[in-house]
């Protein structure tokens, strides 16, 4: 978290904060040129914060809403000339989301040993994944990360 202090992001620590694959920012960028600085020669592209802030609004649309790149940018657009009804995500809320997902699945497995050991019954400790959640889809494997 102290990383999103600077100004400047490399690709790699854009594709960490918004939980995408760098082939789809790569991809991103073609259908947005606006999005990130124009790398230097023989240097890297480098991205500011509201490029980060950008990045989640299109993965929002293309994954969230079912949208195209091409009906992203179009949605994009028009929230420009209208900024009052653009929703905004910040950085720390998708972090803050994917943490506590992350410290719930640890602590549910800390239970879980926890009723093993009070059970009083010696048992051999299996591991096994967790047990499917009430969610489905990509919710879920969302949930998981």
Not at 82 to 106: H, K, N
């Amino acid at each position: 978290m102290a990383a999103l202090k600077r100004e400047s992001f490399k690709a790699a620590e854009v594709c960490e904060v918004a939980n995408v694959q760098p082939y789809m920012l790569r991809s991103w960028e073609a259908e947005f040129p606006q999005l990130g600085r124009a790398p230097a020669p023989g240097g890297s592209r480098m991205y500011g914060r509201s490029d980060i802030d950008m990045v989640l609004r299109i993965k929002s649309l293309v994954f969230g809403e079912g949208l195209t790149l091409a009906g992203a940018r179009r949605r994009l657009e028009e929230d420009v000339d209208d900024p009052a009804e653009r929703p905004s995500i910040s950085v720390e809320e998708v972090l803050g989301a994917r943490a506590r997902a992350r410290v719930r699945f640890v602590r549910d497995g800390l239970r879980g040993i926890l009723a093993m050991l009070d059970s009083g019954v010696p048992s051999e400790l299996v591991l096994a994944p967790p047990a499917p959640s009430k969610r489905h889809g990509k919710a879920a494997r969302r949930a998981e990360r």
